[in-house]
C-alpha cells in the first residue's frame, strides 16, 4: 500500500529482500491482489484503531487466508528543507496525522493530508522551506530533507499491524506465536455473544482481540485468538453463527 519508503514498503523490503514489489494506492483492491498470490495490508494501529476498509472488504472477499500477522513499530518524524520553526504546513497521511495529534496541536502549523507518507515528503521537498513533513526517517533521507524531530507520535509505542493475506493457508511454525482469525454473525438476541464466547472458555483458548462491526442495524465481528492444538473446532462454533468465516491461522512475528 503506497509508493516506495511508506512504512508498507518499508515493512514488504525487509520481508521479501528480493522479490518484485507492486504498490497500488487502494486498499480495496490491494486486498482483492492476494487471491493472486500474496499482499500485505494494514489491520491495526495502537493509537488510530482498526482499519475498517481492510477489515469490511476481507469480508466480503472469499478464498483468502490471513498467513502472517507483523507488528512494525511507526516512528514519525518532521523533515524539512529549513528548521521546525521555518514550517508553516505539514503534509503527512490521514492515519499519520490522526497519531500525531498532540504534535500538531502544539507547532500551531496547517496540516495537509496527502495520499502518503513518502508522497507528503516529495511535496514538502517541492514547497520548501516553509513546508514540512510526518513520514519515515528512511523517506526523508531519501529526499535529501532535514531530519527536524524523532518520534512526533503521541506514542512512543506506536505501532501497526499488518497482515500478509493470501490464496493458500499459511505453513506454520510451530515454534513462534500461532493466531486464528475469525468472521462470525451471531442471532440477534439475548446471550448470543456470552454462548459463543463460553465456548473458548471452556477449551481454554485466549481470544486477543475482539471487535464488532455495524451492518444492516446488527453487527458482525472479528475475533483473533492464540492457536494451540486444543482450539475449538468449525463445527462447534459454526452451531452458534448465522454466518461463519474462517480467515486463516497463521505466525505472529513482532518487528518491535
Known amino acids: 500500500m503506497g509508493p516506495e519508503y511508506s512504512f508498507s514498503d518499508l515493512l514488504v523490503r525487509k520481508l521479501y529482500p528480493d522479490a518484485e514489489v507492486e504498490h497500488l494506492n487502494n486498499l480495496s483492491k490491494l486486498v482483492e491482489k492476494s487471491r493472486d498470490g500474496c499482499a500485505v495490508v494494514p489491520s491495526e494501529n495502537s493509537i488510530a484503531g482498526p482499519v475498517g476498509e481492510v477489515i469490511r472488504k476481507i469480508r466480503d472477499v472469499n478464498n483468502i487466508f490471513i498467513t502472517r500477522e507483523i507488528y512494525y513499530p511507526i516512528k514519525l518524524c518532521l523533515g524539512g528543507l529549513g528548521s521546525e520553526k521555518d514550517i508553516e504546513v505539514i503534509y503527512s497521511h490521514p492515519k499519520a496525522i490522526q497519531q500525531c495529534g498532540d504534535y500538531l496541536s502544539e507547532i500551531g502549523a496547517k496540516v495537509k493530508a496527502v495520499e502518503s507518507t513518502s508522497e507528503a515528503a516529495k511535496t514538502a521537498k517541492k514547497y520548501g522551506k516553509k513546508a514540512g513533513v510526518i513520514c519515515a526517517e528512511d523517506a526523508i533521507k531519501k529526499y535529501q530533507l532535514n531530519l527536524l524531530k524523532e518520534n512526533v507520535q503521541d506514542n512512543l509505542n506506536n505501532y501497526t499491524i499488518f497482515w500478509e493475506l493470501s490464496n493458500k493457508e499459511a505453513e506454520i511454525d510451530n515454534n513462534k506465536r ?3 482469525a475469525l468472521i462470525v454473525d451471531l442471532e440477534n438476541k439475548v446471550g448470543a455473544l456470552y454462548k459463543f464466547l463460553e465456548i473458548f472458555y471452556e477449551e481454554g483458548v485466549n481470544l486477543y482481540f475482539i471487535n464488532s462491526w455495524p451492518e444492516n442495524g446488527e453487527y458482525w465481528f472479528l475475533i483473533k485468538t492464540e492457536s494451540d492444538k486444543n482450539r475449538p473446532s468449525p463445527s462447534k462454533i459454526e ?16 518487528f518491535r
Do not use: E, M
Request: net charge positive; glycine share 10%.
Open 178 to 180: 500461532i493466531g486464528t
Open 239 to 254: 452451531k452458534f453463527c448465522k454466518k461463519f468465516r474462517y480467515l486463516g491461522t497463521y505466525n505472529i512475528i513482532d
